[in-house]
Structures are given as structure tokens and as C-alpha cells.
């Protein structure tokens, strides 16, 4: 069984965290612990249901201003919270 690959700093393009790319702190705090995760990316804005936002793989600390991060099986299948 190979391993997991872990995240990087480019993964945390478009993060809320991502700040410190360039501002001279060496990584996100969170990097270290981060592993990656599939989730939906809704906007606070967008009403249900939600099985057209594509499921995309984040590391698990990812944030978007506006934007929550639901795993898959938090929607019932009509796509819906549970």
C-alpha cells in the first residue's frame, strides 16, 4: 500500500491562510498536520441543492472567504444537507 502524498504550499494556492506565500514567514502553521481531503467548495450565496458543485481534493485546513468546505457524504443524495 503506498503512502499518502502529503500537501505542499502549492496546494495552498487560494487559501484564506495563504498569506504567508511571500510575506516571509517560512509555511502555514497548519501544513504540518494537513492531509488531503474531498469536498465540495459551496458559496455561502448559493442555494440548494448542491451536487453541481464539483468535488474537488483540498488539504483539510483549506478556507475560502465565502466559501464552505463540505465533505460528500455530508449531502443526502438529493444533494441537500443532511
Known sequence: MSEQR???QADCAGCYNDFY???G???CWHLK???F??????HVEKVPPYLSVPIKTVPSCYKMQRYVTVKPEA???DGYWR
Open 37 to 42: 481531503i474531498k469536498a465540495r467548495l459551496i
Open 6 to 8: 502529503k500537501p505542499t
Open 75 to 77: 449531502l443526502d443524495k
Open 25 to 27: 514567514a517560512e509555511q
Open 33 to 35: 498536520s494537513a492531509t
Open 21 to 23: 506565500n511571500g510575506q
